[in-house]
């Protein structure tokens, strides 16, 4: 019932007035490729490059996405790099995206990385008018670009909430599923699950379908009973930390190669062997079976640890 409420209470962010917003965000533009090409770039056009990210900070930061009142250190300290490498016209633009989220952990100065993902190649297309404000509706497609931005949006907020919390980001990662549904519907590339691989439309499908529900377990033990608790006691907290992995472990069996254990491992892989590399040997062998099935590629990373 509590559950129910409270994404009841997420949903109804559009209509709910709070008093902070949720995201630090900086974006960057990023136009090299362009000044190489003869795709109508000229020096002039700079200036609509640095409109372009100011309109992009200004929509993530100003724009109030849940209505829960975050205080300053509490939002979210994120950023977004655009790779622009195609110009078709004056307004219309293709390259990269790339994201990436940080969370704080407990009683210290320390920041772990939770999302860092860079889709795939001139997979983002998108239209952009510096006389035209960037609009958006949860049911109603307006442009690709804050479709686009607006779903990492939630798919950061539920990832975040995940690891502070049981399924605790559980409404975003339906905020986003919404949206990539509507956007589905549109001509624009990376809605749809033929799309490719990294396609928007996958990612949140992992974090939606029941099939991989452990997933959302793996952010809360990993961050929250994990990092959150190092300060405190680290036996216990690398136990959390382990049981981490299994969860991780058992959404692999579900379907292995999922693009959200691959990007989980990707984040955290270096963060996992520098916890782990004046562990009991034990606790070393736990984590190198599990990396070995989940990730044989980063098993070179563990290669100085006893686990005969």
């Known amino acids: 019932m509590l559950r129910k409420l409270f994404i009841l209470l997420t949903m109804s962010a559009f209509c709910v007035y709070c008093h902070a917003q949720e995201f630090r965000c900086s974006v960057n533009v990023n136009y090299q490729k362009l000044q190489s090409t003869t795709q109508q770039y000229e020096t002039g056009d700079v200036k609509i490059f640095e409109t372009m990210k100011r309109a992009i900070e200004d929509f993530i930061n100003g724009r109030h996405w849940t209505n829960l009142e975050l205080e300053q250190n509490e939002r979210l300290d994120c950023s977004i790099n ?5 110009r078709t016209s004056a307004t219309d633009f293709g390259g990269q995206i790339s994201i990436q989220l940080r969370r704080p952990v407990f ?6 990385g939770l999302f860092n993902y860079m889709e795939g190649n001139n997979d983002f297309t998108f239209s952009f008018n510096e006389s035209q404000p ?10 690709n670009l804050s479709s686009t931005l607006a779903y990492y949006c939630y798919i950061m907020l539920g990832m975040y909430f995940d690891s502070f919390g049981p ?4 409404a975003f990662f339906e905020m986003a599923r919404n949206i990539a549904q509507t956007a589905g519907t549109s ?7 033929s799309d490719s691989q ?11 379908n029941s099939a991989y529900e452990a997933l959302h ?7 929250r009973l994990g990092l959150d608790m190092m300060t405190k006691d680290q036996p216990t907290a690398r136990q959390n930390i382990i049981e981490s992995l299994r969860y991780l472990q058992q959404v692999h069996k579900k379907r292995s190669n999922l693009l959200s254990v691959t990007q989980f491992v990707d984040v955290n892989m270096a963060e996992i062997v520098s916890i782990f590399t004046p562990a009991p040997a034990e606790e070393q062998k ?4 599990i990396i070995k099935e989940v990730s044989p590629i980063n098993v070179t990373k563990m290669k100085d640890w006893n686990v005969k």
């Open 82 to 86: 655009i790779i622009l490498s195609q």
């Open 107 to 112: 009683n210290s100065n320390y920041t772990s």
């Open 134 to 143: 960037l609009e958006f509706d949860p049911n109603t497609f307006y442009d």
């Open 167 to 170: 399924n605790g980001g559980e």
């Open 187 to 193: 001509s624009n590339k990376g809605w749809k699950p």
């Open 198 to 208: 990294k396609s928007r439309y996958w990612f949140v499908e992992n974090h939606t």
């Open 217 to 223: 377990s793996v952010y809360y033990f990993y961050y």
């Open 286 to 289: 736990t984590v190198y079976m």
